[in-house]
């Protein structure tokens, strides 16, 4: 029991960062899109707000005890990534029917790069964290992260 409660225990963690990352993210990426009249600066922050619900989930799911949980984070994070597939065509159609040209945002570039590299490391880290655990909704919402 002490090794499922330390792997629990950096499961909240991971998820903890991933929100604290995000909680900023969002504004500094509406700051980004306002700036340039980037479609794709704002789906990174539409992005970055999903996530954030997601990892909502997980934290809830990791603190509770209710059987029907894991079931039910797991709908959620299904809906989370429906949410974002819908998005990113939606983006897309926009972008190639409108013929849409943002401008540069060196703000939105900086912090996608440095998003990618923190997110890739959580993702890792959701992955073999929620493998030990056996926990299917920490492993899906790190699809989501990834």
Known sequence: MVVRD???????????????WNIVGVPVLAVAAIRSGSAAAAGFG???AI??????VVVWELTGIHENRERIGLQLIRCAFLALAVYVTAQAA????????????TLGIVWTAATCVVMLG??????VTGRA???EVLQAEGQVTW
């Open 133 to 135: 655990l056996g926990n």
């Open 94 to 105: 926009y972008s190639l029917i409108g013929d849409h040209r943002p401008g540069h945002s």
């Open 46 to 48: 539409f992005d970055s």
């Open 51 to 56: 996530e954030i619900g997601a990892s909502l």
């Open 122 to 127: 959580l993702a890792r880290g959701k992955a």
């Open 6 to 20: 330390r792997l629990t225990r950096r499961g909240l963690r991971l998820e903890y960062t991933t929100l604290a």
